[in-house]
Structures are given as structure tokens and as C-alpha cells.
């Protein structure tokens, strides 16, 4: 079992929906909580950082993380053509070492 | 500079040859990693540095990868006899490490490495 878990998709939506990335981790150390968007033949750059639970807003995207359910949240509202992109979570313990998600590709369709 | 810089962007090599690849970090950042992603998949931990601490090098997949870095600065990544599983894009990043409080990474925009 992989310490992170993370639906690849292909996840495809009309642009204007709501967008709901999700993770699932085992490791409880883990609390330190990161989303990155990797666009096509680019390094991933680092969208929403979360410690510990809660949630974190930030223009139209919202990070949850809910560590008793080890399961983290990643929303996207009003989903632009621009966000079409492949999301990986991140997360890690008291390290340095980042743990990633397989990644979800998003389609927004305009 | 303003970003992590990687070199060269694309590879193509043959069999049984070995590459070298080059990471130059950003200015100031303590930590740098290695990271390799196969098409499809996501990343998958290689080599960490964090100042002048032992790497972490608990990633490599093989005896055949190996990496230096210059104190704080750049870093190369070594595969020798190269295999074409190897093929994949080689990410770079770096971070603040233990002297900032947000420890998100910085990427590069990767090596492409094709093994024909």
C-alpha cells in the first residue's frame, strides 16, 4: 500500500463547476499538508500549504485536511479552461521529505 | 537566480552510456532534492541534500545514480550505463529546509531523459 493514494482521473468538467481533488494517506506523522499544480512538460509549483487540520482559503481554491480521517481536500470553485492541469497533493512529517500523491489530471472544458 | 534552473532540458541517450544532469538552485536555499517521475506517475523521492548534513540518498534506485552537490549551490545527478527504464523527466527542487517556516518546494522544470 502506498503511503499516499490519489485517483489519477482523468477527472473532466464544463467550465464555472466546483472541482474536488482528494488524498488519502496512511502515515499519521504526516502534518504538513501541500497541493502543487503541475502543468504539461512544466515542474510542479506549489498552489495551497495546510498544517495540521482545518481549512485554507485562498481566491477560488480551498484546502481541507481532516487528519482523523487521514484524508486531505483540495477545491477548485468557478473552474477556468487555465486550470486545466495534473494536481498533486504533498505531505510530510517533522522532516524535509515530501511524500506526493500519483497526481489527478483536471480537464476544464470551455 | 529566481528560479531552480535545470540542464539540459532534454536527453536522449543511448543504451549503456552514462548522463550527467545539473541542478542549480535558488539562491540562498539550504535544501535540495531529486526527484524522478515516469509518464503517468507521480514523483518519486531520489536524493535529498540539507546543508552540509550526509544526504539522504534512501531513493536510489540502484548503485548505477548517484549525486553531489557544491556545498549550497549546484548539484549534478549521475546515471551510469543507463537503462531504458531509466527514461523519465528528472525534477530538481529546492527549499528554505529548517530556516523557513513554510518548507514548500521550488521546482525546476525538469530534465526529459530518453534511454533509446
Known amino acids: 500500500q502506498k503511503e499516499v493514494e490519489q485517483d489519477p482521473g482523468p477527472l473532466s468538467v464544463p467550465e464555472g463547476a466546483i472541482v474536488s481533488l482528494n488524498c488519502t494517506y496512511s502515515n499519521s506523522a504526516f502534518q504538513y499538508f501541500m497541493w502543487y499544480r503541475q502543468y504539461s512538460r512544466k515542474g510542479p509549483e506549489l498552489l495551497m500549504y495546510t498544517y495540521s487540520s482545518g481549512n485554507k482559503e485562498d481566491g477560488r481554491f480551498t484546502a481541507q485536511v481532516d487528519k482523523s480521517s487521514k484524508y486531505i481536500s483540495l477545491f477548485i470553485r468557478d473552474s477556468q479552461p487555465s486550470d486545466s492541469a495534473t494536481y498533486l497533493c504533498?505531505?510530510?512529517?517533522?522532516?524535509?521529505?515530501?511524500?506526493f500523491g500519483a497526481g489527478t489530471i483536471l480537464r476544464v472544458k470551455s | 537566480g529566481a528560479g531552480v534552473s535545470q540542464s539540459p532540458s532534454n536527453k536522449v541517450t543511448e543504451k549503456g552510456k552514462d548522463v550527467e544532469l545539473r541542478c542549480d538552485p535558488i539562491s540562498g536555499h539550504t535544501a535540495l532534492y531529486w526527484y524522478r517521475q515516469r509518464l503517468g506517475q507521480g514523483l518519486e523521492f531520489l536524493i535529498y541534500?540539507?546543508?552540509?548534513?550526509?544526504?539522504?540518498k534512501s531513493g536510489l534506485p540502484s548503485d548505477r545514480f548517484s549525486a553531489e552537490r557544491t556545498g549550497e549551490s549546484v548539484s549534478t545527478l549521475t546515471i551510469q550505463r543507463t537503462q531504458q527504464e531509466d527514461s523519465a523527466v528528472y525534477l530538481c527542487?529546492?527549499?528554505?529546509?529548517?530556516?523557513?517556516?513554510?518548507?514548500?518546494?521550488?521546482f525546476g522544470s525538469g530534465t526529459r531523459l530518453t534511454v533509446v
Open positions: 527542487a529546492s527549499s528554505l529546509g529548517y530556516r523557513g517556516g513554510n518548507y514548500g518546494y521550488t
Open positions: 504533498a505531505m510530510r512529517g517533522g522532516g524535509n521529505k515530501l511524500v
Open positions: 541534500f540539507q546543508g552540509n548534513s550526509a544526504p539522504d
